[in-house]
């Protein structure tokens, strides 16, 4: 986020100001897909060129990998557990630690261990379907842990827990966007004492009630705030308190029932981009007011874009938008023009994971494991296309660090690099 407007600065960042070297959340350190610093990172690979190194997981995840220093943490079952694996750079077992009994997932794609960790480089903080929320030290020593279906009541999510927990300056907040009682919960990073809780019901109709979206954490005008997308809305919530700021709805008008939405809004130079309606709408809202801003705040709609699962990636006043289908395009985030876009492939399979903006290339990654890379130019590129190998399964987003890319499948680990 390096562009500024008059009056309003943005920084979307973790509490801890995160090197070359770190990836501590699954859509990396400005919750948006990029990749800031460090080049490097291969364009070309193949299942025996450019992987250093490919490691068999004790069991299921679609988590991505969270990276701090040395130290590769990601979320998988472990003996019918909710499991935490620790490993180093090189790829090999540091520690492992269960936390609660694993509540499988419904849907074929889908496990009881899909959120990604997150970490401030002091902690690191953990959530599965089955309700558990966790903070660990970088030894694997449990700090505190919570059950949120305890605290607060069932999950009503039709399918499986999806949304990974974001640390603010002093918590760590979990939303909860369901049918029946929806809330955003934070508890202080350190004690695990619960810091506040705010009830998010929206009075959208079924299925729409639900989101397994992630928020977006960033300081606007000086504070600190959690954009929310789901149940027909964005809500932005200071992040001390939990309290609404403003609001925008409308993304639902016909009143549909079955409106859940997956993907995550991403923010640039001052724009919530929201995709909605099962990938049929894009919608742009410009920060700041206060209440209902539906009417003042949003900046444009595009529809039928089709990013129904993966959440756009956002850079230089550009927003790249992947379709499930795997059509990739590039708007200008200030009017919604689309400025080229392109299909990296046909075929039947489709798209779970983000893109991820790094050195000058945009990557896309198939649920077969098949890795597109784009130029992110002033056209349609298409620079490679990457296998790994039969039988693999990808949903999970890879992470990016120092000249390496993590790309984690069901039932493995890869680290690709030169």
Not at 29 to 53: A, C, I, Q
Not at 78 to 92: T, W
């Amino acid at each position: 986020m390096r562009s500024r407007m008059a009056g309003l600065v943005l920084c979307l960042a973790v509490t801890t100001v995160a090197s070359a070297g770190n990836w501590p959340n699954w859509r990396g350190p400005g919750f948006d897909g990029v990749v800031r610093e460090g080049t490097g990172y291969p364009t070309h690979w193949s299942k025996d060129k450019n992987v250093l190194w490919k490691v068999d997981l004790p069991g299921k995840g679609a988590s991505t990998p969270v990276v701090w220093g040395d130290r590769i943490v990601l979320t998988c079952a472990i003996d019918g557990k909710n499991g935490v694996l620790c490993l180093d750079m090189a790829g090999k077992p540091v520690w492992q630690k269960t936390i609660g009994s694993e509540k499988a997932g419904k849907h074929a794609k889908a496990t009881g261990c899909n959120p990604s960790a997150t970490t401030d480089g002091k902690h690191l903080y953990v959530y599965f379907k089955s309700g558990d929320l966790a903070c660990l030290d970088f030894a694997g020593k449990i700090v505190w842990q919570h059950n949120l279906q305890e605290l607060f009541g069932e999950d009503t999510l039709w399918w499986d827990l999806g949304t990974s927990p974001v640390l603010t300056r002093d918590n760590v907040v979990v939303a909860v966007m369901q049918t029946g009682p929806s809330y955003l919960a934070a508890f202080n990073k350190v004690t695990g004492e619960k810091a506040w809780k705010h009830d998010r019901n929206l009075e959208s109709p079924e299925e729409a009630a639900q989101s397994y979206s992630t928020p977006v954490v960033l300081t606007d005008k000086g504070r600190e705030i959690l954009v929310v997308l789901g149940a027909d809305h964005v809500t932005a919530h200071d992040a001390a308190t939990g309290h609404e700021l403003w609001r925008v709805g409308g993304l639902n008008p016909t009143n549909h029932k079955y409106f859940r939405s997956i993907a995550s809004p991403v923010v640039v130079d001052g724009i919530v981009v929201a995709p909605y309606a099962r990938g049929a709408t894009l919608t742009a809202i410009r920060l700041g007011g206060s209440g209902d801003v539906t009417k003042s705040q949003v900046v444009w709609t595009k529809e039928k874009m089709e990013d129904d699962v993966p959440s756009p990636a956002a850079a230089d006043g550009k927003v790249y938008v992947c379709s499930d289908k795997g059509e990739l395009s590039c708007l200008d985030v200030q009017t919604g023009k689309v400025l080229w876009s392109g299909l990296v492939e046909k075929n039947r399979q489709v798209f779970s994971s983000s893109p991820v903006i790094a050195d000058g290339k945009i990557y896309l990654t198939r649920e077969d494991g098949k890795t597109f890379v784009v130029e992110q130019g002033t056209e349609f590129k298409l620079l490679a296309a990457n296998e790994l190998g039969e039988g693999e399964f990808v949903v999970a987003t890879p992470a990016f660090v120092d000249g390496r890319i993590l790309i984690r499948t069901v039932e493995h680990l890869y680290c690709i690099g030169k």
